[in-house]
């Protein structure tokens, strides 16, 4: 069975910086690809980054390029989001999903979400 946890978020001030982690349980996450998604109120859950397998290619949103970072530890089960010069915008609840594919669609598997807000 896969589990998802997100953690990490909170409320950080504009420019602040954040990481988020993603605790997955089971054999297959490490060989899976792992991708970061976010919703905000009022607006549909949109993809943020991605990582494969063995963390060698990412991918990420053209909002967030050269601010957020993605990355994973197998040995931890664990990916993380490095968040940098955070905006308002950034404010969503942050989703990791589990992909059986390397792309920027939904996957199957969820976690419960963490909420980031960005504010002074």
């Known amino acids: 069975q896969v589990q998802l946890v997100e953690s990490g978020g909170r409320l950080v001030p504009p420019g602040g910086t954040l990481r988020l982690s993603c605790v997955g349980s089971?054999?297959?996450?490490?060989?899976?690809?792992i991708a970061w998604f976010r919703q905000a109120p009022g607006k549909e859950r949109e993809f943020v980054a991605i990582i494969d397998d063995d963390g060698s290619t990412t991918e990420y949103a053209t909002s967030v390029r050269r601010r957020f970072t993605i990355s994973r530890d197998n040995a931890k089960n664990t990916v993380y989001l490095q968040m940098a010069s955070l905006k308002p915008e950034d404010t969503a609840v942050y989703y990791c999903c589990q992909k059986s594919s390397f792309n920027r669609h939904p996957g199957r598997y969820w976690g419960q979400g963490t909420q980031v807000t960005v504010d002074s």
């Open positions: 089971g054999r297959s996450f490490s060989t899976a690809y």
